[in-house]
């Protein structure tokens, strides 16, 4: 069925009030929201009201200030259960993360961008920006750069072309060009490196987790910093990682993981 596209008119502006709402991490006053928002005064407030007659969004009235609602949080629980990795993938990963006492990423593609999916914790966390929920760039994160290196062609062309190769550090990849280069020894090597490409002091082993018949349904990293650990320290845990993401693609094959678009 060809799903023809056209103005998502209310609900479309409602959503962008909800994105933004939750981008911020933290109940906030309309005042607040009203100097970054694109809707004026009156549009804004008709938009929040809709939202807290949906229960998607919940008021504080000794606060005055909005934060997400209970409804949208069991909306995402049921979405992490019925559509990423997550739920196959729970005791493999916390396996993985006691086994190397190291921070574990689950992350899937999502429109051309890395979606975090899940996240184990050693005991002693390191601080860094991938969380679970979170969405960040493919072309400069090992999980991204393993998921890349094992598309098609015209699927890599795609996300190739929504990278924006913005330069985070002295290390960040900034051309198509030398992202191939790299994606093609990656999918020789089997596995990929972030060599502190997205932010500084971060590094990480990664592999895509892969169906029977090759197709990328996710990425798999362990991730440390430079104050623990070398790349060249970081490569001996590539027999576990690879592993694991064996492990978890065949139990996907298993659930029959659903065919996702990447556009």
Not at 165 to 192: C, N, Q, V
Request: hydrophobic share 35%; aromatic share 6%.
């Amino acid at each position: 069925m060809t799903i023809e596209k056209r103005g998502d008119g209310t609900v479309g502006k409602a959503l962008d009030v909800l994105s933004e709402v939750a981008e911020i991490g933290s109940p906030v006053r309309f005042s607040s929201l009203l100097k970054t928002s694109k809707y004026p005064k009156a549009t804004l407030y008709r938009l929040l009201q809709t939202l807290l007659n949906q229960d998607m969004l919940s008021y504080n009235e000794e606060e005055q200030t909005y934060k997400l609602g209970l409804k949208l949080v069991r909306m995402a629980h049921s979405a992490w259960l019925q559509s990423s990795l997550a739920p196959v993938a729970v005791p493999f990963i916390d396996e993985l993360s006691a086994k190397v006492g190291e921070t574990v990423h689950l992350a899937e593609l999502d429109n051309g961008q890395v979606l975090y999916v899940d996240k184990r914790n050693p005991a002693s966390p390191i601080e860094m920006y991938s969380q679970a929920g979170k969405v960040g760039p493919a072309y400069c994160t090992g999980v991204g750069k393993a998921m890349m290196a094992f598309l098609e062609e015209s699927e890599l062309s795609k996300v190739i072309s929504k990278q924006a190769f913005f330069k985070y550090t002295d290390h960040t990849i900034t051309s198509e060009k030398a992202l191939r280069k790299e994606l093609t020894m990656i999918k020789k090597e089997g596995i990929s490196f972030d060599r502190q490409e997205h932010e500084e002091k971060i590094i990480c082993i990664s592999s895509p987790i892969l169906t029977s018949n090759g197709r990328v349904i996710g990425g798999l990293s362990i991730t440390s910093s430079t104050d623990i650990h070398s790349l060249e320290s970081l490569e001996k845990y590539k027999p576990e990682l690879l592993a694991t993401s064996e492990q978890i693609g065949k139990e996907a094959g298993a659930w029959s993981f659903p065919e996702k678009s990447i556009n």
